[in-house]
């Protein structure tokens, strides 16, 4: 049976490839998953027209990533916090409240689990830190923790 992939299977296909597959391997796992369609004429034009869709989607979304991760480079980020003995915090600054400050700052979301923290930050002073937003672009910021 002929199938064109609209998702990369790691047994064989890539995204809008036509292939010559098994017909159970088809019906039993490709079409049921929504991994690949089976190749028409004019599904072929459709899947193609999805295709390019998903490709200008994900290039505005790296251009918007991109600009974002420019205006963040370097960003100095302070955030308030109890300190008792040693200067030693009451609970801990997270990656939650890194993400909620930037937000602010930033005037945009920024999501918690975009936060590369290795463990929250319990004791005050000036910490690295890096926003992960896709493979290349990974700005760092500075988050200063005071009492």
């Known amino acids: 049976m002929k199938v064109i992939f ?21 019906k039993n796992y490709l079409l ?6 089976v190749a028409t004429q004019g599904m072929e034009k459709r899947v193609k027209l999805e295709i390019e869709g998903k490709q200008h989607r994900k290039s505005a979304e790296h251009a918007r990533f991109a600009e974002m991760a420019a205006r963040l480079e370097g960003t100095e980020v302070h955030i308030h916090a109890r300190v008792g003995a040693d200067e030693r915090l009451f609970g801990s600054v997270t990656a939650a409240d890194i993400a909620e400050e930037l937000s602010k700052l930033m005037e945009c979301t920024i999501d918690k689990k975009n936060i590369e923290l290795e ?11 890096v926003i992960r937003f896709s493979g290349e672009l990974r700005p760092k ?3 200063i923790v005071e009492q």
């Open 141 to 143: 910021v500075t988050v």
């Open 32 to 37: 049921p998953q929504g991994l690949a369609v």
């Open 6 to 26: 609209t998702e990369d299977v790691p047994s064989g296909g890539r995204v809008g490839e036509m292939k010559e597959v098994s017909r159970g391997y088809a």
């Open 119 to 129: 463990k929250p930050l319990r004791q005050t002073g000036s910490y690295p830190v």
